[in-house]
C-alpha cells in the first residue's frame, strides 16, 4: 500500500490530503488506461481500412465482405 504522506513528486514532498493524492492517482491510471484503449481503437482501425483496400485492390468488381471481428472473409 502506498502512504500518501512519504510521496515525493520532483523532489518535494507532496503536501496534499490521503483523499485528494488517491484521487489524483486514480483519475491518472484511468486517463492511462484510456489512452491506451483509444491507441487499440485507432490501430485496429488502420489495420481494418489496410485490409480492406488490400481485399477491394485484388477484387475490383465484387469486394469480399468481411466478419469484422475476426476479419475472415465470407464467401457469397
Known sequence: MIDPQELYLFGQPVH???????????????LVC????????????????AQSAALMSTKAKRPARAVLLFMVPVQR
Open 16 to 30: 496534499f490530503g490521503p483523499l485528494a493524492t488517491y484521487s489524483i492517482g486514480f483519475l491518472g491510471f484511468w
Open 34 to 49: 484510456a489512452a491506451s484503449s483509444l491507441s487499440t481503437i485507432f490501430s485496429s482501425a488502420r489495420f481494418r481500412r
